[in-house]
Structure formats: structure tokens, C-alpha cells
């Protein structure tokens, strides 16, 4: 009985002993894969503070970058912050940071989007025709900017730092982000516009050479419609007019805006990137709501600085519904 008890006991213990092991194998891996993620997170807000700095920087002195150069520089940032939002998206969040995770991807998608939409309009604003509402349109993406700001100094950040603490992982807190600087500065309208308008060639000289755009095609929801006649259109959900643009001169075009308007009403707008010289680009625009019956589209290309001829730039067509 004795030999059996010691048996049994050593065998308890070994037991134990083999639990114990693989908590910890456990344990030390869930500490590794937290540290990680938030080394992982420092690397990328670390790298977009970088960004800000030298999108912000550039914009409150563009020193003597011409309107081409300050519309590159700004393409790059774009890159620079559509790689990081990608990389956020691509985190595995370990353990108890699912929510922290949510909160990052989020602020990034703002970012993303806001400096999307800045790059699209940049062109336009630092030229002459609709370069007021195109300044306009920069100055409201600079709120995504705050509401990222918040999100991740409010949510993301302490989150990430609590679940850090609550696993006794001292030394990995997450830094401080804050992508719009001087406070609600660049939210001002006035402020963008005065920033806009220093860059040298602005105000709406033009880039040397040839200048003209030119309405292509104008497809809803595979049929083309045909100018000044009357085309019949299926609808099963949502309509969708693919309005192409061709740039006629010999000068790379950037955000080049597109809007269509039904009977008159409500204009829709979208935005063409980038048009290279003698090459025809396209964009979608939904009809929300779509319309019903007989209407009346009307089409048009904004013009851009420097262009001399615009009546190829806009067309109306009847389209019937059904």
C-alpha cells in the first residue's frame, strides 16, 4: 500500500508539474503575441505621426513646390496612409483587444478616406474653376481627421494599454497619435484656402501646355445612352451612370470632378483620380434614389485650369426608367 501511495503521488506530481509547463508555455505566448501587437501598432502610428507631419508640414510651407509638385507630394501621403490603414487591417488582435482593434481599424478608415478625398480634390482647388468649393471640400476632411484623432486617443489607445496592464505587460504602451496638429486650426475653411494659395502657381495658373477634357460615353446600368435622343433603361435595384472622360491635352489631369443631375435636381458628383495625356478614364456614380419613368440627365465634366474649350464638357440625355 505504501509503494502504491508513493506510485499514485509521484504520478499527481508529475501531473501537475506537466500542467503547470504547459500554462506557462501558454501564458508566455499569449505575453508574446500581446507585445507584439503592440509593437506592432507603435511601428505603424509612429510611421503616420511621420506622415502628418510631412503632409501638415508642407501645406503650412510649401517653400517653392509648384502646384505639380504639391499635388505629387500629396499623392505620396495618400500612398503613405492607405499602406498604414492596410497594415491596421491586417493586425491579428490577440486575447482581449478584438474591441481596441475595431477602434484602430476605424480611426485609420477615416484617415484613409479623408486624405482619399484631399488628394482627389487638391488639383482642382489649387486652379481657378470650382477651386473655392474644391477648398471647401478639403477643409471637411480635415473633421475626419479630428474624429480619428479622438477615436484613438479616446478609445483605441486606452484600450490597448488597459488590456496590456491587465496581463502585467509593463514597457509596451502604445504612443500618443494626433494626425491633425495645431488643434482645430486646419478645421477652418479660411486656414486651408490661405495655405492653398501660396503654393506657387496657384490661383488658377494653369501647368504649361494644352489643356482640355472631353465627355465620352455615358453608360446607365449597360446601355448607352445616346445625346439629345431617348434610350430605355432596365432597373432591377440601383441605378449607376458610368460617365467617361478623355483628356484632349497633353497635360496628366488630377481630380477631375464628374456630376449629374436628374430633371434639374439634386447634383451627384464623383471624382476622376487621374487622367494621363490622350487616355479616357471613368467613373460610377449611383442614382440614389432611382429615378422612375421619363427623366431628363444632364451630365458634366468640371473644367480644368487652363482649359480654353468646354462645350464637349456636358450633354443631356432622356432616359425612361422601366
Request: charged share 25%.
Amino acid at each position: 500500500m505504501l509503494r502504491r501511495g508513493l506510485a499514485l503521488g509521484g504520478g499527481l506530481l508529475v501531473v501537475v508539474l506537466i500542467v503547470l509547463g504547459v500554462k506557462g508555455c501558454l501564458d508566455a505566448r499569449a505575453h508574446r503575441a500581446l507585445s507584439d501587437y503592440a509593437r506592432d501598432v507603435s511601428q505603424i502610428v509612429e510611421e503616420t505621426e511621420q506622415t502628418s507631419k510631412t503632409f501638415f508640414g508642407k501645406l503650412e510651407d510649401p517653400g517653392t513646390l509648384s502646384v505639380t509638385e504639391f499635388e505629387t507630394e500629396v499623392q505620396a501621403e495618400r500612398s503613405a496612409i492607405d499602406n498604414q490603414a492596410s497594415r491596421v487591417d491586417g493586425l491579428s488582435a490577440p486575447g482581449d483587444m478584438g474591441s481596441a482593434q475595431e477602434a484602430l481599424e476605424l480611426a485609420y478608415q477615416l484617415r484613409s478616406s479623408a486624405m482619399a478625398q484631399i488628394a482627389a480634390k487638391i488639383s482642382t482647388a489649387l486652379g481657378d474653376a470650382g477651386a473655392e468649393q474644391a477648398t471647401a471640400a478639403i477643409a471637411r476632411q480635415m473633421q475626419k481627421f479630428f474624429a480619428s484623432d479622438v477615436i484613438y486617443e479616446d478609445v483605441a489607445r486606452p484600450e490597448i494599454d488597459r488590456v496590456l496592464a491587465a496581463n502585467d505587460i509593463e514597457g509596451s504602451d502604445v504612443p500618443e497619435s494626433s494626425f491633425l496638429p495645431d488643434g482645430t486650426k486646419w478645421l477652418d475653411e479660411s486656414e486651408v484656402g490661405a495655405a492653398l494659395g501660396s503654393i506657387s502657381g496657384s490661383g488658377g495658373e494653369a501647368t504649361p501646355g494644352v489643356h482640355g477634357l472631353g465627355l465620352g460615353g455615358v453608360i446607365v446600368n449597360g446601355s448607352e445612352l445616346v445625346a439629345e435622343g431617348e434610350t430605355s433603361v432596365v432597373v432591377e435595384e440601383t441605378a449607376e451612370v458610368e460617365v467617361q472622360v478623355e483628356n484632349q491635352g497633353d497635360s496628366t489631369e488630377n481630380g477631375v470632378s464628374v456630376s449629374v443631375s436628374v430633371d434639374g435636381g439634386n447634383t451627384l458628383e464623383g471624382t476622376i483620380d487621374t487622367i494621363g495625356a490622350g487616355e479616357i478614364a471613368s467613373v460610377t456614380i449611383p442614382l440614389t434614389p432611382t429615378p422612375k419613368g421619363e427623366v431628363t440627365l444632364e451630365v458634366d465634366v468640371e473644367t480644368v485650369p487652363g482649359e480654353q474649350i468646354s462645350e464637349n464638357n456636358e450633354a443631356s440625355y432622356t432616359v425612361v426608367f422601366e
